[in-house]
């Protein structure tokens, strides 16, 4: 829970942020403007971290919701995958079809002017997300073509000003009102890679492709209130040169925070790392655990396309769509699963079926307990024969793998605990609870009740949590060097150790952005017994003692980094912890978080540190 005053400094921040933005409205932020603290203006001082997006109630939606809806669709829809040359060759390809199969820019704009996407139905769109038990949708505004979904004032390439389209709707529009009467949370896509822009790729004249940006961006917040930005292209290509910097990252994402503190915004609007916006995007793949430091979030196709291709008919089966989304949850990630309309805005058929399966199965019998509002179990290591995630005192154990008639399914507990009961969800059979020397057998008395997964659900009694502390944060000492010599310049109480100063801002008013030291001194005090996972991420410098021992020592000069160290710590007892954080230029970042087998990953909190 974050505590008053965190939501006070965002609050303040907030309103600083858009005093921020107001002066931004019209143009670039003037150089260096990002949202100034409680403390003061944009520049030395400033902190970009507001909140942990692992707590914050800003939060809250995306880390609950789990699964969502992605949809490219755009102006390469219109082609379904394939363009047939002057010469006759067919060239395949579906969302990057104008650079891969090297579209000249005229006949490119030719082809989206005959766009005409008539059947899309946005009420259609979001019953087929609900239907698949998605929670909320991701839409391309604009990929990397350019091409703007919606009616952009900022230039005639969009689908109002440059199709066959009627003039009279806005997709975007009647896609917001559908999502907001079915309770869905919408979020935008948008490429900063722009392959139709000529500002785009020269370095000097790219500000004027940013500032085009930032007015999209903002017609986008003000018209349409999205919930979530999906950035993406941001990485360093060619054809067309891409000048986005990490610089640039943490201008936009200071400016949109400006627009409206409640976004959440993801990784790729500064370089894809961990220290960029408020969660991961591994694409394609699942990671195999809590990703260290981030909330994150799995996006993937269907089929083997993002955008829309006829040919593809490559659609994994509900099965394996299901158990990627309990893999997700079960290690407290989200699934983004993509659908590509056609050229008439149709979604695939074979789509639908797999989305409708998928929501079957999550809806029958309350299996979708496993994922709503579920995360990484913790208690038990991941089994062999399934997912297991944690609900409050819950733990869903969805079994892939049945056991054999009188065959046992083997839980390994990373702390102790109790279960209390179990049960199968959809079956009145009885379940065998017997402990083990290193966890739990679970012996069910009947058959699986799908080919899918079978959710075996636990009562569980995670062990002793000692009530919330009373601590008001660390002791913290600011100098103006990196080598900490000489009197701290300022000395205060910090209330957690979570902190984003990135290029431009710095710990206090009086520090400058590049040459100071921190130290934090104090103890913090758990609330479990148990071995913790302590996490820095930090840049440049950093180390952290425990009751005296040395147990990250990270001091090595360093880009945004995590490391960790395991440290065993008794629930009630303040142990002493010193950190040091060197800063000599550049980005500067640190943030210290925990985790165990009861405790989820978060910033460590301001109630569980004391200043002495
Ligand atoms: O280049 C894009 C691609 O077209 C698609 O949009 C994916 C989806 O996340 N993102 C980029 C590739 O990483």
């Not at 019953?127 to 698949?132: G, I, L, T």
């Not at 020269?202 to 940006?213: L, N, Q």
């Not at 979030?297 to 299901?322: I, P, Q």
């Not at 165990?596 to 909190?605: L, R």
Request: with cysteine; hydrophobic share 35%.
């Amino acid at each position: 829970m974050r505590t008053s005053r965190s939501r006070t400094r965002r609050r303040v921040t907030a309103l600083t942020l858009l005093l921020t933005a107001a002066l931004a409205a019209s143009a670039l932020p003037a150089a260096g403007a990002a949202p100034a603290p409680v403390r003061s203006a944009p520049g030395p001082g400033t902190d970009h971290a507001t909140d942990d997006p692992f707590t914050a109630d800003r939060t809250s939606w995306f880390r609950q919701d789990r699964f969502g809806m992605f949809i490219h669709f755009g102006a390469y829809s219109n082609l379904e995958g394939e363009y047939t040359r002057p010469d006759g060759t067919v060239c395949r390809n579906a969302e990057w079809i104008q650079r891969e199969c090297g579209i000249p820019k005229d006949a490119y704009e030719k082809q989206a002017a005959t766009f005409d996407p008539a059947d899309f139905d946005a009420k259609a769109v979001v019953a087929a997300a609900k239907s698949a038990g998605m929670k909320y949708i991701v839409i391309t505004a604009k990929h990397h073509d350019g091409y703007a979904m919606w009616p952009t004032r900022v230039n005639s390439w969009n689908l109002r000003d440059h199709s066959a389209f009627d003039q009279r709707r806005d997709i975007l529009a009647e896609l917001k009102e559908a999502a907001d009467d079915a309770g869905i949370k919408l979020g935008f896509y948008y490429s900063i890679w722009d392959w139709h822009d000529p500002d785009f790729p020269d370095p000097a004249t790219f500000p004027k492709y940013e500032k085009r940006m930032y007015a999209q961006l903002k017609e986008l917040v003000d018209a349409y209130d999205p919930a979530l930005l999906w950035f993406d292209g941001e990485w360093d290509t060619d054809r067309p040169h891409n000048p986005w910097t990490a610089k640039d990252g943490e201008r936009l994402e200071s400016y949109l925070r400006g627009l409206d503190p409640e976004l959440v915004i993801n990784n790729r609007v500064g370089k894809r790392r961990v220290v960029d916006g408020d969660y991961g995007t591994p694409e394609q793949e699942i990671p195999d655990g809590p990703v260290d430091g981030q909330l994150w979030e799995s996006c993937m196709t269907l089929n083997d396309h993002w955008g829309f291709a006829r040919y593809d008919e490559n659609w994994k089966s509900s099965t394996t769509l299901v158990r990627n989304l309990l893999a997700t949850t079960s290690r407290s990630g989200n699934y983004l699963l993509n659908v590509g309309p056609d050229a008439r805005g149709r979604i695939p058929e074979p789509s639908l079926n797999r989305l409708a399966e998928m929501g079957s199965w999550l809806r029958a019998d309350g299996q979708g307990e496993a994922v709503y509002g579920a995360r990484y179990a913790g208690l038990v290591e991941e089994p062999a024969w399934g997912a297991v995630s944690r609900k409050g005192d819950k733990l869903y154990a969805a079994v892939t793998e049945w056991p054999e008639p009188g065959g046992a399914l083997h839980l390994t507990a990373r702390t102790a605990f109790e279960v209390k009961s179990a049960r199968v969800l959809g079956s009145d059979q009885k379940v065998a609870v017997e402990k083990t020397a290193d966890g739990y057998a679970l012996t069910p008395s009947g058959e699986a009740t799908n080919p899918t997964a079978t959710v075996v659900e636990l009562a569980v009694d995670p062990g002793p949590t000692a009530p919330e502390g009373r601590g008001k944060g660390l002791r913290q000492e600011i100098f103006d060097n990196p080598e900490l010599t000489g009197k701290p310049k300022v000395t205060r109480t910090d209330s957690d150790v979570n902190h984003a100063w990135k290029y431009t801002g710095s710990p206090h008013p009086a520090i400058p952005s590049d040459g100071f030291g921190i130290r934090w001194t104090g103890a913090l005090e758990p609330r479990r017994t148990e071995t913790y996972t302590l996490t820095t991420v930090s840049d440049d410098r950093a180390r952290v003692w425990i009751d005296g021992e040395l147990v990250i020592d990270a001091w090595d000069p360093h880009g945004p980094r995590v490391d960790k160290a395991q440290v065993a710590l008794k629930a009630g007892t303040r142990h002493s912890v010193r950190i040091d954080y060197a800063e000599q230029s550049g980005e500067a970042h640190m943030k210290l978080l925990w985790s165990s087998p009861g405790q989820e990953q978060q910033v460590v909190p301001q109630a569980q540190l004391y200043a002495k």
